[in-house]
């Protein structure tokens, strides 16, 4: 079932309408690509296909029991969601949300609700959840000490969180200089990114108040021909009109790194996947 949590059914694509009482806000998602994009639909697949093993292997890790109350932040096209849906139980819930519902509208599950939810300004009861699961949502929103703090407050007394974001840290340094040229001319495109979201994880989760707090990582070597190459590929031909429109790279440029990654001599590294995770105290 879907629930709209701010404004009616609709794609969102540039913008969202906020509702506060009687007056309408408008909020700029600067977020680069939209499920409209003709290529938006694989381009999740293929990175689904590189992060479900390793997400479920850390859920797996934390322990999603029958009947747990779950929300999935940035929900995307659903594959975790409907995981987490099977692991709940009929008995269980899962609040899946996005900006952009189109993808999650077509899961099929009695026990998942749709929410249209902005991390950045919507807010959910203390307390709500036994486990709160985000990836790769967090890059794409700007800099707030109080987000994170935020939503380990929405857990119950035992509940899990779970954060995974991408990081740029050995992207920035590759020995490529034309792959090496994309994370700087990403955040030139979209400010209100973050090239080191993940290792600022680190930093945050021992100030959280959670207990078993861990963490890991995995890093995306890139080589031509492989899904992985194509995930690139995609990722960079999508956000490449954006950095040429605000003149950090050139149309010459932008075409030569989305086209470095299926270039027979390439290998260099992407992403590194940080996942940082804890516990909520129990009740005294």
Do not use: K
């Amino acid at each position: 079932m879907v629930r709209a949590a701010a404004v009616a059914a609709g794609l969102l694509t540039n913008w969202s309408r906020r509702l506060h009482g009687d007056t309408v806000r408008w909020v700029s998602l600067d977020y680069a690509f939209p499920h409209s994009a003709d290529d938006e639909a694989r381009r999740l697949e293929l990175f689904q296909q590189r992060l479900d093993p390793l997400t479920i292997r850390r859920l797996e890790r934390l322990g999603v029991g029958r009947g747990d109350s779950c929300l999935e932040i940035g929900g995307g096209r659903g594959s975790i969601s409907r995981w987490v849906a099977s692991r709940v139980g009929p008995e269980g819930h899962v609040t899946a949300t996005d900006l952009q519902l189109d993808f999650l509208e077509r899961i099929d599950a009695p026990n998942v609700e749709v929410v249209r939810h902005d991390i950045r300004v919507d807010p959910f009861p203390e307390e709500s959840f036994d486990l709160v699961h985000a990836r790769a949502v967090l890059m794409h929103v700007p800099d707030d000490p109080e987000l994170v703090p935020r939503i380990a407050s929405w857990l119950r007394p035992g509940g899990r969180l779970l954060l995974e974001e991408p990081d740029f840290g050995l992207w920035l340094v590759d020995a490529d200089q034309v792959w090496a040229a994309h994370p700087g001319s990403w955040h030139g495109a979209f400010p209100n990114g973050s090239v080191s979201r993940g290792r600022s994880l680190l930093a945050q989760f021992p100030q959280l108040g959670l207990v078993d707090v861990g963490a890991d990582a995995e890093v995306d070597i890139v080589e031509p021909g492989g899904p992985l190459a194509e995930f690139y590929r995609l990722s960079l031909q999508a956000i490449g009109p954006r950095a040429v429109e605000v003149g950090v790279l050139t149309a010459e440029e932008a075409a030569a790194i989305a086209r470095r990654p299926t270039e027979p001599d390439f290998l260099g590294c992407g992403f590194v996947h940080i996942g940082v995770w804890g516990r909520r105290p129990p009740s005294p």
